[in-house]
Every structure is written in C-alpha cells, then in structure tokens.
C-alpha cells in the first residue's frame, strides 16, 4: 500500500516537473524574444514581455509550492524513491535555468548600456537647452537713446 502511494506521488512529482519544465521553455523563449526586442528599441513590446514573464514566474512559484508540500516532503528528500524520469526532468530544468540565466545576464548588460546612452543623451540635451536659452536671453539692460551733440 505504501509502496502504490509512493509511486503516485512520484508520478505528481514528474507530472508537476513537466508543467515546470514546458513553463521554463515558455520563459526561456520569452527572454530570447526580449533581447531582440531590446536592439529594435521597441519598449512597449519588451514592457509587454516582462508582464508575460512575470505570469510565467508566478506560475512556476505555484508549482514549486506544489513540490515542497509538506505531505510529499519526505518522498522528495529520500533519494531512494527518485526514479529516472524525476532526475532527467530536474537536469533538463536545471539546464534550461542556465540557459535562462546567460541570455538574463546579457539582456542586463544590454539594458544597463542604453540606461547609460540615454542618461548621456539627456545630459547633452540639457547642455543644449541651456545654451538656447542663454543665447536668446533677452537683455536685461534698459534701452538707452543715443544722443547726437554735434549737431
């Protein structure tokens, strides 16, 4: 009896790994999406991504809650019960989290150098309009009149 009861919460076990791993490829592929996203500059769309990312993550926090349910706590510690199927799902999601990790790093990379290209433009902007407005400064002298005395 036990031993069925094992097998069904292995069974949960690789059923909730494999929602996980279909929502890692779905974020993985999402963040691919956003680092082209990033180079055309097109902020809505990346704005739009980071909110599907967001959903994803709140999905995959779902299902690990479901995996460090009390009940099935002492099924996940024991490394005996672990079959193969369970240890090929956690290192397929242990490599697409990688995967996920390299493209986040240079999408942050990316994301830091046009911050940096933005405050730089905003700053030359300023000088501009500084000069403009100094250049077209009204005086602030009162007019004079000139006065011929030779005649």
Do not use: W
Request: aromatic letters at 6%; proline letters at 1%; glycine letters at 2%.
């Amino acid at each position: 009896m036990e031993k069925n009861n094992s097998l069904g919460q292995q069974q949960k076990k690789s059923a909730i790994l494999r929602k996980k791993l279909a929502l890692l490829h779905e974020f993985y592929r999402i963040t691919d999406l956003m680092q082209g996203t990033l180079s055309f500059e097109n902020m809505e769309e990346f704005n739009a991504q980071i909110e599907q990312r967001k959903k994803l993550i709140k999905s995959i926090n779902v299902l690990n809650k479901e995996l460090a349910n009390p009940c099935n706590t002492n099924e996940i510690l024991s490394n005996e019960t672990k079959n193969n199927e369970t240890e090929e799902l956690e290192s397929k999601i242990k490599l697409c989290l990688t995967q996920i990790r390299e493209i986040d790093q240079k999408l942050q990379q990316d994301l830091k150098k046009n911050y940096n290209n933005l405050i730089k433009a905003l700053s030359t902007l300023r000088v501009n309009r500084q000069a403009v407005t100094n250049y077209f400064k009204k005086n602030k002298q009162s007019h004079a009149f000139f006065i011929d005395k030779k005649r």
